[in-house]
């Protein structure tokens, strides 16, 4: 089937390491988990990225990221097809502060597409997707239905 | 550390250095503290590290959404009577255009400060302050 076929092919495309986002790579987040409109992000714990010295709590910035980037595969892999999106509206709200020395989760499902919009929730938590830190909601915008090609060798700013 | 100590010389003196002892995440993505008179500019300079789409190539939404995270939390513990470093409760990111690799700018108001909770609308762009590449629209914890 060739929504399946696509899976594989997306599977396979993000498990090249060559293929990470600058800004991903940065922050050490991996794709664990991809099906048709999920996927499951992970960001290990990192006390440079704290946005409290005193508490190494993690600062908002990094479960954004996650939470974000979740959102963009889920929706990736709800389209069927690879296409441009941009997010377009992200409201998280932060339950509880993350717990330092612990790696993040951000479970996001991409519920709904339409022409030019996918309709994503998702959230972020520890051990336990009961006991969640973060909630999030977020639009995502389809920019273009062309593949986007092979990825381009370095970026220089 | 201190954390007090620290925030009152980020407050008092409007000490860039403070804001980066205090908040570790901004020496890791090096977003620096412009002007501390007043309303704060906070500078993300263009790094490769910051690159969420590679092909076009754009910022990453998560980057620019701390960024602008960090924003409100700088501007709040300019405009606060105590020494606390706030906490988000909520944020809502709107992505107006796409972030290019370019040095990106980001001020923070602050609408309400109430004793406990503090309302905050944040902005940043690139090239043209009147043209913002996101907004942001938060609530943050001051106790």
């Keep these: 089937m060739a929504a399946s076929n696509f899976l594989e092919e997306l599977r396979a495309f993000i498990a090249k390491p060559g293929n990470q986002t600058p800004h991903g790579r940065f922050l050490g987040m991996e794709v664990v988990y991809l099906e048709h409109g999920r996927a499951v992000l992970?960001?290990?714990?990192?006390?440079t990225l704290a946005g409290n010295a005193a508490t190494g709590v993690l600062h908002g910035g990094v479960i954004t990221t996650v939470l974000d980037s979740a959102c963009g595969v889920a929706s990736i892999a709800a389209l069927g097809k690879r296409?441009?999106?941009?997010?377009?509206?992200?409201?998280?709200?932060?339950?509880?502060?993350?717990?330092?020395g612990e790696t993040v989760t951000?479970?996001?499902?991409?519920?709904?597409?339409?022409?030019?919009?996918?309709?994503?929730?998702?959230?972020?938590?520890?051990?336990?997707?009961?006991?969640?830190?973060?909630?999030?909601?977020?639009?995502?915008?389809?920019?273009?239905?062309?593949?986007?090609?092979?990825?381009?060798?370095?970026?220089?700013? | 550390m201190n954390l007090v100590e620290v925030i009152r010389a980020a407050r008092e003196n409007g000490d860039p250095a403070a804001f980066a002892r205090a908040i570790p995440y901004m020496s890791a993505?090096?977003?620096?503290?412009?002007?501390?008179?007043?309303?704060?500019?906070?500078?993300?300079?263009?790094?490769?590290?910051?690159v969420g789409n590679p092909w076009l190539p754009a910022l990453h939404g998560g980057c620019i959404g701390g960024f602008l995270e960090t924003a409100a939390i700088v501007q709040l513990i300019?405009?606060?009577?105590?020494?606390?470093?706030p906490k988000p409760i909520n944020i809502t990111v709107d992505y107006l255009r796409s972030g290019r690799v370019v040095d990106t700018r980001a001020e923070a108001r602050v609408t309400r400060l109430g004793r406990r909770v503090a309302n905050v609308h944040a902005a940043c762009w690139?090239?043209?302050?009147?043209?913002p590449i996101a907004t942001l629209q938060g609530h943050f914890l001051m106790t």
Aim: glycine residues 4%.
């Design chain 2, 78 to 85: 300019l405009d606060q009577d105590g020494d606390t470093l």
């Design chain 2, 126 to 131: 690139q090239d043209d302050r009147e043209r």
């Design chain 1, 83 to 100: 296409m441009g999106i941009a997010t377009l509206d992200l409201r998280i709200d932060y339950l509880k502060p993350a717990t330092p």
């Design chain 1, 42 to 47: 992970r960001v290990p714990y990192d006390a």
């Design chain 1, 106 to 157: 951000a479970a996001a499902h991409c519920y709904k597409v339409t022409r030019n919009i996918c309709f994503v929730r998702a959230i972020a938590y520890h051990a336990d997707s009961a006991d969640p830190i973060a909630n999030c909601t977020a639009n995502m915008m389809i920019t273009s239905s062309e593949p986007a090609g092979p990825r381009p060798e370095a970026v220089s700013p």
């Design chain 2, 29 to 50: 993505l090096d977003i620096r503290v412009e002007a501390a008179g007043g309303t704060v500019v906070l500078l993300l300079p263009a790094r490769e590290m910051h």
